[in-house]
């Protein structure tokens, strides 16, 4: 019984011994064997590998995909004209040395995206002070881009090279600081508001002329027709006093007639008329004589 005891503990250490040699690498690591301390070897193919146990040798891994740093400084920039801006940008970069990049920089990929986001805010600051806001906002973004990549990669590349690549340098935006801001808001709010005054009294005042000017063209037109009225009611007035004129003229009694006729009508308009007049008046002529304008005898 011991004897298979013993053989049962022999094989899980055997197994336990074994399985501390073996190691994988993932395609998408480095794996960095260390011996005592140094490094060993340097795997870049994936796969099983074998090594020696703890603590003769160990291994770690560092990831060789494309990696992103965002910036996390909101510290404001002075421009060429000394305008305070605040930029956010992000940097594209992967290890390609490990080596190299374990005796420079870390042990992991947080060592390198903290010395990196360093060299990457100094060489924003330098670049920027060379340039206006103008330049940060129109087709020159690229060309500084492209020199603090320039920078950066000459950081990364020096003395000591960090084993690194540094792909692309982005900026995502430019931005006053919030005082700032907040005054250009107000500033661009009254130009607004400017324009906006400037044409309601444009449009006021065209409203005024407009206006003015249809009252004018309806006075005229008033105007013109009532001229055009009058001369046409003158017109039948003339051709009525000629048709009386010559109809009277033909019977002088009939026309006196007719003109007492009117005088009657216009007098006694209402019921209400009463009117005193003396009965001998040459007003009742018409009515007391006959159609020769002799006095008709009385009635008895």
């Known amino acids: 019984m011991n004897r298979v005891g013993f053989i049962v503990s022999s094989l899980l250490v055997a197994l336990a ?11 998408r690591q480095f794996g960095v064997v260390y011996a005592l301390g140094q490094i060993k070897e340097v795997i870049t193919e994936p796969g099983l590998h074998v090594k020696l146990p703890p603590p003769f040798q160990n291994v770690s891994y560092i990831d060789k995909r494309l990696l992103t740093l965002d910036s996390t400084d909101a510290e404001p920039v002075l421009t060429a004209e000394k305008q305070r801006v605040v930029i956010d940008w992000y ?55 492209a020199d603090v990549k320039a920078q950066v990669l000459q950081a990364v590349r020096g003395a000591k090279p960090w084993g690194v690549d540094v792909v692309d340098v982005r900026i995502t935006r430019v931005d006053y600081v919030a005082a700032i801001t907040e005054s250009v808001y107000r500033r661009m709010e009254a130009e607004r508001k400017r324009v906006a005054n400037e044409l309601r009294s444009t449009g006021a005042a065209e409203g005024e002329k407009i206006r003015a000017d249809a009252d004018r063209q309806r006075e005229v037109t008033i105007a013109n027709a009532y001229r055009e009225a009058q001369k046409i009611k003158g017109e039948g007035d003339a051709e009525a006093a000629r048709v009386y004129a010559e109809s009277f003229g033909r019977d002088p009694q009939f026309a006196q007639f007719y003109r007492s006729l009117d005088a009657y009508k216009a007098s006694f308009n209402k019921k209400s008329d ?19 304008g002799t006095t008709a005898p009385a009635k008895k």
């Open 91 to 145: 940097v594209r970069w992967r290890v390609t040395e490990p080596s190299e990049y374990i005796r420079n920089v870390g042990l992991d990929e947080r060592a390198g995206a903290n010395q990196l986001n360093r060299v990457v805010r100094n060489a924003f600051q330098e670049e920027i002070n060379k340039r206006t806001v103008k330049d940060l906002l129109s087709t020159k973004r690229e060309a500084l881009m």
């Open 274 to 292: 009463v009117m005193v007049l003396d009965p001998s008046s040459d007003f009742f002529k018409t009515m007391r004589g006959s159609g020769n």
């Open 17 to 27: 011994l074994l399985s501390s040699t073996l190691f994988v690498v993932d395609q």
